[in-house]
């Protein structure tokens, strides 16, 4: 759809225009115009030609929402000049179906803004909100309101949705309830409710929808980012280790995702570019949650044009980072008019088919299916998809029909577009925690909120999981660097300031020449977990072979080799998204954070110091912010000599004693070459020096001296010529790591390291 927006008179002008030349000017123009709103046309009045109607915020158009324009040059629906095209004030459905209850005011019609009240009668308790406001897309705020006695029943008294109706007065076991909507409204959510043993009811509470009713992005996010996480977290097993839940990630357990997004044209470009968009956005965020799922990924209009192959992601043919590319350069392009969305599910069992084959029978039981498709359901060819999409739960429930495989399969549907054709869309979904039906309009702000998929408490514990912001507002910081903890000593009257990282929620990783000297009682860590912004130092572990004086017979002043230190706190700190771990090297952990399957430890030195010239950062604190984040640059392999040899002339290094100055436990950054790098300050000192990936952040070192003072107190300063600073790697102290953090018999929950 080239052509963007086309108001009514200029779309007439062209018409004229084009007719003089020759061309043909299709559907008529008159009666098409709309009280309080207007309208755009995908190509002008030509056949093919899709029009929306567009009405401001808290109104919708009435009573058709879109146009076509017909091979026989016809609109459908037909404009009428009664009820007149106009916009109306959104309403929101009828509340007045509470059971043992009174609602106030009482009103024909609810319109946006208006507030509603409900009271029990007496002897009756109220669960839900008391008072509702109808919003601006068409659904009551807050939750239900419910009256209820305790009448002993399995099952809670599930309610009646606004608008809806409900058949079953009996909630013992096994007792089903059934829900239609009033008038022209339709039911998204299950219409058919039964009472589990364990007290709850299956499926998920219905609402019911006009065709002017959205789920807003918070919804949505909230809803979907609670369904699939369950999805993706329950290939992680917990285990209670000191009353803190620790998320150990099984290997057993695959997890297919398949994803259609429809691009035919009554979509339009818009849609599709933000469907595709969203799509990144979904498929980064759950490779934060350190599964790794294989993926399938089709566009589909009345054929497929199928970006990645779940054999290949199978097989290791795939990579995450060539799917993201290859969907951000997917060109729409020229597109057909069909929509076969049959053919996209078709697609879809086939692939499960033959991984049923590939994997073997009994471990296709073990793969969880989620398909997710991206579409307003106006198919013109293959027929109703709802034929696959049985055959789909038979494959994935292995022909069970008693919900005992319910949570093997989820299908999302994301109904997007101006037309969205829900009868036929609802009832595609499967799945159960909550919501699998999203109607949505703003496809942008999705995208932002998949963010908050990962928020959930469950993954919190995850090292080095955190938020990434356009904006870097002060207040964003302990989001951005969720384990950054700044250390103060005192000696003497005057006190010396630090950097260091949140390891465990009971180790912080810093230098040793930090603390080097000083007893628990001097040292304090400020890191706010919303408890004590301030902790005290419990034990003070070095590495052995710290020791400044070391090298003094070869004339080298000060020795900075293995300047690495753990302070263990004396409590816990309480890990949220604004407090949590970062990743550091060969823990099990990290390796499932960096996606690898080989679990060793020089696999993952590889991926993250493989080449060169690394780029890599750590944070300063300044006068104005809490921090600020510092590029650098690692000069490896063949660029390290000429980065190290700066050092000569420091604290009496020679050219003849910089090999044993500058070992090689130390990554050299700084300099202007090739690129100006940052340089570290005073109070630098001890942070770590990290690397992102994906949504991830692992410590790959941490700052230890620098062969120049370029600053004094913080800040983000760039590098001379020939300053340089230098880095514990954190690599070569791994022993150290593990013999601290990774000791089973400890007061404290271990690290799992690799063992090689
Ligand atoms: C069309 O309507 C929309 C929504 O009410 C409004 O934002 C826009 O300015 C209108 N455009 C014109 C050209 O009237
Ligand atoms: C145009 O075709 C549609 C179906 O294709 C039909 O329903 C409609 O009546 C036709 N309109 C006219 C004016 O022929
Ligand atoms: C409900 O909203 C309509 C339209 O804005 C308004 O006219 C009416 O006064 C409102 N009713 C109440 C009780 O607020
Ligand atoms: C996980 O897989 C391993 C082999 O891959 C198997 O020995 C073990 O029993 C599985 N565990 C579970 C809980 O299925
Ligand atoms: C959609 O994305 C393509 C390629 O990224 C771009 O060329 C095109 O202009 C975008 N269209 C819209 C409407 O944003
Ligand atoms: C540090 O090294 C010097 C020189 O080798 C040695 O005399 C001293 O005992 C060492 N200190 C410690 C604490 O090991």
Known sequence: MGFSIHWSWLAALLCALWMRAGVRCDCPESNLQMQGGNYTLSNNLERGSMLVYHCPEGYYPYPAITRLCQANDSWRPRPKRFPPQRCRLIECPDPNVLEYGNVSPPQEKYYVDNETTYECYSGYTMRGSATRVCLKNGKWSGSTPICSRDSGDHCANPGIPPGAS????????????RYTCNGNLFLVGSSERVCR????????????????????????????????????????STDDIQGERKIRISKNGTLDIYIGVDISDSISEDYVNKSRDAVVKLIT??????????????????????IVNIIDFMEGKAKLSDVKTKLEEFDVGDRNTGTNLNL?????????????????????????HVIIVFTDGAYNMGGSPAPTVAKIKNSAYLNLADGSRDDYLDIYIFAIGDDIFDDDLMPLTAGTGGNHYFRVKDLEKLQETFDEMIDEDEVKGLCGLHKEYEDHRNEQKRKMYPWMAFISTQADGHSKKCMGSLVTPEFILTAAHCVYGF????????????????????????????????????????????????????KYVDISTDVRPICIPCTLETNAALHLVDQSCQSQERLLLKNHLERLNFLTRTKNTIVEQKDVHAKLGDNRYECIKHAVGVEGITADTLRDAVTDNFICTGGLQPFRDHIACTGDSGGAVYKNFEHRTIQVALVSWGSQQVCRDGGVKESKSNSRDFHINLFKVVDFLKAVLGKQDMDYAPLEFLEN
């Open 166 to 177: 409900r058949v079953g007065n009996m909630f013992g076991i096994d007792d089903t309830v």
């Open 197 to 236: 043993e364990n007290g709850q009811w299956s499926g998920n509470e219905p609402a019911c929808y006009y065709k002017h009713t959205f789920d807003t992005p918070l919804e949505v996010s909230k809803a979907f980012g609670n369904s699939i996480k369950e999805s993706l977290t329950t290939l992680e």
């Open 285 to 306: 965020t759950i490779a934060s949650f350190s599964v790794t799922p294989n993926y399938e990924i089709t566009f589909f209009s009345s054929e497929l044009y199928e």
């Open 344 to 368: 996209v599910f078709e697609q879809f069992l086939e692939k499960m088919a033959l991984i049923k084959i590939r994997a073997g029978e009994e471990n296709f039981k073990e793969h969880r």
């Open 519 to 570: 007893l628990p009682e001097k040292v304090t860590v400020e890191i706010d977990d919303g408890q004590h912004k301030i902790k005290k130092a419990k034990t003070l572990f070095y590495h052995p072979l710290y020791n400044v004086t070391a090298q003094k017979d070869k004339g080298i002043n000060e020795f900075y080799d293995y300047d690495v230190a753990l302070i263990q706190l004396e």
